[in-house]
């Protein structure tokens, strides 16, 4: 398999703590919560996001808050994702408010100790439980005084090179999203491909016309089976296409024809539906599956869970990207905080909220030239986002 330079810019000596590496008194803290409350919001797109397998125009979302005995309060947030982890903005509003709320009210102690109520309060349910347990971190940091990315680990001033999706439309339209996608100072373009594989050579050679010098990440979606991808993937390299890495070519149960792509090809192949959770991950490095990991908090059901990949990636020499789904600044925010603190994190997919059409709450990070960073502060560095918030711009 192959490896690749890794994106990751700091502007002074790494500290290469894991997760785990935490100072004890703050992981220790007793953490006491009295209300779990959460609210409901829609949010237009600038333009539509389509894919192979759906078109959005506008995203539902719900906002977790935690609050605890002194009075901090932490955010978290989960966005409708009903083909990928089964969950409405009604079934999300459902498990906050019952089983999840349960869980943690009225109950003190660590932030391990309520992450892990967290996870066991009921099946599946991954996003509702990341909405939950990010504003547990957010309150248990706010507590503190401190940016969650150094009770993680990392430092603050750390920053990593995002890219930008550009979405399936005619090679055309494609071709002008990344020539503005280019102007507006992005280096890398994550191209999503669908299912005739001669429209997709016409839209990537596009794309490149377009924008010459650009990196290219190419998700599959499961598209193709293992001798399709190879000879695909290959095809693509022998075109001279400027291709960093292929995100799961092939179904995501298909773990030893995955190892066969990653075998074969001399670009890294990524897993992205393949990996939900540790037992995920460890199965995947095992098997020499796959070159990279793709975490995203909407699977994992939160920080924890995401931690625990990292940390299994870290000891394998595997590197991890830090994606996520259509989802709103808090939740992109809490996965920042997760990419800069862990060694293992090289790479970031998290453009979404560049596609929504408001830009709320406040704060967290800022992007230049293509490069992410957080702004600091307690917590997520969030402004609180307010129920009566309504983020097409008015007041609800």
């Avoid at 830009?359 to 992007?367: E, I, L, M, T």
Wanted: hydrophobic fraction near 45%.
């Amino acid at each position: 398999m192959t490896s690749t330079p890794s994106p990751r810019s700091a502007p002074g000596p790494r500290v290469a703590a894991s997760p785990r590496d935490a100072p004890a008194p703050q992981l220790s803290t007793p953490l006491s919560v009295v209300a779990v409350r959460s609210h409901r919001h829609r949010a237009p797109l600038l333009r539509p996001f389509v894919t192979a397998a759906r078109r959005t125009e506008a995203v539902e979302y719900v906002v977790a808050e935690v609050e605890l005995a002194d009075g901090t309060i932490g955010q978290g947030s989960a966005a409708e994702t009903v083909a990928v982890t089964g969950e409405s903005a009604d079934t999300i509003s459902v498990a906050l408010q019952g089983p999840l709320r349960s869980a943690i009210v009225g109950v003190t102690g660590t932030i391990t100790e309520l992450s892990a109520r967290v996870a066991g309060a009921l099946d599946g349910a991954t996003s509702a439980k990341a909405a939950l347990e990010v504003a547990l971190h957010d309150a248990w940091a706010r507590s503190l005084g401190a940016p969650l990315v150094e009770l993680l680990g990392g430092r603050p001033g750390d920053r990593l090179l995002n890219d930008m999706t550009i979405s399936l439309e005619d090679p055309e339209v494609m071709a002008g999203h990344a020539r503005e996608a280019v102007a507006g100072g992005e280096q890398i373009l994550k191209i999503k491909l669908g299912h005739d594989i001669e429209e997709d050579r016409h839209r990537l050679a596009a794309v490149v016309e377009a924008a010459p010098g650009v990196r290219l990440r190419l998700d599959a979606n499961q598209g193709w089976v293992p001798e399709q991808a190879i000879d695909i993937i290959t095809g693509f390299l022998a075109d001279g296409l400027p291709i960093d890495l292929v995100e799961q070519p092939v179904a995501a149960a298909n773990i030893e024809g995955l190892a066969r792509v990653s075998a074969a090809v001399e670009v890294p192949i990524m897993a992205d539906e393949s990996v939900w959770n540790v037992e995920d991950a460890r199965r995947l490095v095992e098997a020499d599956a796959v070159d990279m990991l793709n975490i995203k908090l909407a699977k994992t059901g939160g920080l924890r869970g995401a931690l625990a990949i990292a940390d299994v990636a870290l000891e394998a020499g595997v590197e991890c990207m830090v994606g996520a789904m259509m989802e709103p600044r808090i939740s992109i925010t809490a996965a920042a905080h997760l990419a800069i603190a862990h060694p293992a994190i090289t790479m970031i997919d998290l453009d979404p909220p560049f596609w929504f059409a408001s830009d709320v709450p406040a704060g967290g990070y800022v992007q230049e030239d293509g490069w992410l960073r957080l702004l600091g502060g307690p917590g997520l560095g969030l402004e609180r986002l307010r129920a009566d918030v309504d983020p097409s711009g008015g007041d609800q």
